[in-house]
């Protein structure tokens, strides 16, 4: 018997093995969703029991195999839930592992990526899982922290929950066996990796109909959450194992969350030897290839058990690796360009700003829908001018500051203020009259303010028409500012009218 058949033999086993254990944690997940089922339908005064009763259920019997010191703690494999509102039955479940790095945090930026330019219906179908793996409690309460201040909305809603490990949840690397040429620090990590990875899959898996493994150093491209459903449809009833949206590493990999338990436990079988993308990568091998055939074989069939998706739909952008001392130039050549502005049919305008803008990206060309304003650092009192050749009836606005790229060049305390076109209305914005607004400066009434990088609201009737509409900057700035969204108004149809008739006479002039 050849080597390569007396290991595939032994593969098979252990997959065999694998399909038995599963079954069994399958058996056990069904007991507990009965068991919450059931708790649910006990009425309030039973509640102390019913609690007492689901903690001495039994834990994952794989993880506890492969994982023994698990089982001197009971509840080692419970996770820690710091933000959110445990939402379930979306779509997608966008997991983001993150840890401590000794020179760069990207997870902020990551996170604003993600929701960049969700609409509020696609943000009801998604929740976001930061798995902070780390047992250092100062630590992870400076990331919940940080996404608490940063997400507010995002976390009240139930988009976005933050998890950590329990304190018992890794063992002891100290012992662990150097392979392939690897230093005892780095085969330390890439297991530490694989035991994340599988933590958080086993926290997803009952969240949404589908998982997705992203990276805390990533960016998304615009429009991915339909992207990826429209793709998901077109191949739902086809076989494969997962769906790639980005070529690099475990980034971007689709699975449904139904197979995660099976996933889980090859992972946890052999989370010392190989990193992550190795073992997915065995996985097809053990499911597909033929020892008796070529290595092209093989490849065609692996490829049926994962579907490539272009242009890939994430971009790696660290480049401090969260190995320390490794620096990760990885880029995917499938990405493409990102889309950095979104244009909307404004009504004719005279435009002017206090702003420098940086390299041609003008306040015209962000207003005609022809590019992204990108000013130098605001100071206070800087402004954005915007005064329509025709007063006009606006029911609301949306401002969008930062892009998917430059998210972090946003407006901060900045206010979004209008100039009624009726003199008795500005008089009683002046006294405080009007409920929906106060006083600013010029005649101008304050309706809102950026949060996050967007104003958006609505326009009070009692203002009537409105004559010009700005942006005041109310305290000096670290970072330049840039719009990619301007103005987008809502309007009333007789708005539209002189918006139509304005656009046809500007057409009119160029004929």
Same mark, same amino acid.
């Given at each position: 018997m050849t080597l390569i058949q007396t290991v595939y033999e032994r593969l098979v086993k252990a997959e065999q093995r694998g399909e038995a254990l599963s079954v069994k944690l399958l058996q056990v997940l069904e007991d507990l969703q009965n068991w919450t089922i059931a708790s649910n339908n006990i009425s309030?005064?039973?509640?102390?029991?019913?609690?007492?009763?689901?903690?001495?259920?039994?834990?994952?019997?794989?993880?506890?195999?492969?994982?023994?010191?698990?089982?001197?703690h009971q509840e080692s494999l419970k996770p820690i839930v710091h933000l959110g509102q445990r939402r379930t039955g979306v779509s997608l479940v966008l997991g983001v592992p993150t840890v401590r790095r000794q020179k760069q945090s990207y997870l902020v930026n990551t996170v604003s990526s993600l929701i960049f330019d969700l609409t509020p219906a696609q943000k009801n179908d998604i929740v976001i899982v930061i798995f902070v793996a780390e047992t250092d409690g100062a630590f992870v309460s400076s990331v919940t922290e940080s996404i608490q201040k940063s997400f507010p909305d995002d976390v009240k809603s139930g988009l976005i929950e933050?998890?950590?490990?329990?304190?018992?949840?890794?063992?002891?690397?100290?012992?662990?066996?150097?392979?392939?040429?690897?230093?005892?620090?780095?085969?330390?990590?890439?297991?530490?990796?694989?035991?994340?990875?599988?933590?958080?899959?086993?926290?997803a898996q009952h969240k949404g109909t589908y998982y997705i493994q992203l990276e805390d150093d990533i960016v998304?491209?615009?429009?991915?959450s339909d992207t990826i459903k429209g793709y998901v449809q077109q191949v739902v009833t086809e076989q494969w194992l997962y769906l790639e949206f980005s070529q690099?590493?475990?980034?971007?990999?689709?699975?449904?969350?139904?197979?995660?338990?099976?996933?889980?436990e090859f992972v946890l079988m052999f989370h010392k030897d190989k990193p992550i993308d190795w073992l997915l990568d065995h996985i097809l091998w053990v499911k597909v290839c033929n020892p008796e055939k070529d290595a092209k074989h093989c490849s065609n069939e692996k490829a049926k058990l994962k579907r490539t998706f272009k242009p890939s739909q994430f971009q790696h952008v660290g480049?401090?690796?969260?190995?320390?001392?490794?620096?990760?130039?990885?880029?995917?050549?499938?990405?493409?360009?990102?889309?950095?502005?979104?244009?909307?049919?404004?009504?004719?305008?005279?435009?002017?700003?206090?702003?420098?803008?940086?390299? #041609?990206?003008?306040?015209?060309?962000?207003?005609?829908?022809? @590019? *992204?304003?990108?000013?130098?650092?605001? %100071?206070? /009192?800087?402004h954005v001018l915007i005064t329509f050749s025709q007063p006009q009836t606006i029911k609301g606005y949306f401002f969008r500051s930062g892009n998917i790229e430059t998210n972090g060049d946003k407006?901060?305390?900045?206010?979004?203020?209008?100039?009624?076109?009726?003199?008795?209305?500005?008089?009683?914005?002046?006294? #405080?009259?009007?409920?929906?607004?106060?006083?600013?400066?010029? @005649? *101008?009434?304050?309706?809102?303010?950026? %949060?996050? /990088?967007?104003?958006?609201?609505?326009?009070?009737?009692a203002l009537r028409e409105i004559a010009a509409i700005r942006l005041v900057v109310q305290s000096d700035s670290d970072v330049w500012v840039l719009l990619s969204e301007f103005l987008k108004l809502k309007q009333t149809s007789e708005s539209h009218k002189d918006l139509n008739n304005n656009n046809n006479k500007q057409k009119a002039k160029h004929m």
């Amino acid at each position: 018997m050849t080597l390569i058949q007396t290991v595939y033999e032994r593969l098979v086993k252990a997959e065999q093995r694998g399909e038995a254990l599963s079954v069994k944690l399958l058996q056990v997940l069904e007991d507990l969703q009965n068991w919450t089922i059931a708790s649910n339908n006990i009425s309030s005064s039973n509640s102390s029991e019913t609690s007492a009763i689901l903690r001495f259920l039994p834990v994952e019997p794989n993880a506890l195999l492969y994982l023994p010191h698990l089982r001197e703690h009971q509840e080692s494999l419970k996770p820690i839930v710091h933000l959110g509102q445990r939402r379930t039955g979306v779509s997608l479940v966008l997991g983001v592992p993150t840890v401590r790095r000794q020179k760069q945090s990207y997870l902020v930026n990551t996170v604003s990526s993600l929701i960049f330019d969700l609409t509020p219906a696609q943000k009801n179908d998604i929740v976001i899982v930061i798995f902070v793996a780390e047992t250092d409690g100062a630590f992870v309460s400076s990331v919940t922290e940080s996404i608490q201040k940063s997400f507010p909305d995002d976390v009240k809603s139930g988009l976005i929950e933050v998890i950590s490990p329990s304190t018992h949840y890794y063992p002891d690397f100290t012992n662990l066996k150097e392979t392939f040429g690897d230093s005892k620090e780095r085969v330390r990590w890439r297991t530490k990796q694989n035991l994340d990875y599988s933590f958080l899959m086993l926290y997803a898996q009952h969240k949404g109909t589908y998982y997705i493994q992203l990276e805390d150093d990533i960016v998304a491209k615009s429009g991915y959450s339909d992207t990826i459903k429209g793709y998901v449809q077109q191949v739902v009833t086809e076989q494969w194992l997962y769906l790639e949206f980005s070529q690099l590493g475990f980034i971007g990999k689709l699975f449904r969350a139904s197979d995660l338990p099976r996933i889980v436990e090859f992972v946890l079988m052999f989370h010392k030897d190989k990193p992550i993308d190795w073992l997915l990568d065995h996985i097809l091998w053990v499911k597909v290839c033929n020892p008796e055939k070529d290595a092209k074989h093989c490849s065609n069939e692996k490829a049926k058990l994962k579907r490539t998706f272009k242009p890939s739909q994430f971009q790696h952008v660290g480049l401090h690796s969260s190995l320390p001392g490794k620096i990760q130039n990885l880029k995917d050549k499938d990405f493409g360009k990102q889309i950095l502005f979104k244009a909307h049919n404004n009504p004719v305008a005279v435009l002017s700003t206090s702003l420098k803008d940086y390299q #041609g990206h003008s306040l015209d060309k962000a207003y005609r829908g022809e @590019d *992204f304003f990108w000013g130098l650092t605001p %100071v206070k /009192g800087d402004h954005v001018l915007i005064t329509f050749s025709q007063p006009q009836t606006i029911k609301g606005y949306f401002f969008r500051s930062g892009n998917i790229e430059t998210n972090g060049d946003k407006f901060y305390n900045t206010t979004v203020e209008v100039l009624p076109n009726d003199a008795s209305v500005r008089e009683q914005v002046e006294k #405080g009259q009007l409920s929906c607004c106060r006083p600013s400066s010029d @005649d *101008f009434a304050v309706i809102g303010s950026f %949060v996050n /990088g967007i104003a958006e609201g609505e326009v009070d009737g009692a203002l009537r028409e409105i004559a010009a509409i700005r942006l005041v900057v109310q305290s000096d700035s670290d970072v330049w500012v840039l719009l990619s969204e301007f103005l987008k108004l809502k309007q009333t149809s007789e708005s539209h009218k002189d918006l139509n008739n304005n656009n046809n006479k500007q057409k009119a002039k160029h004929m």
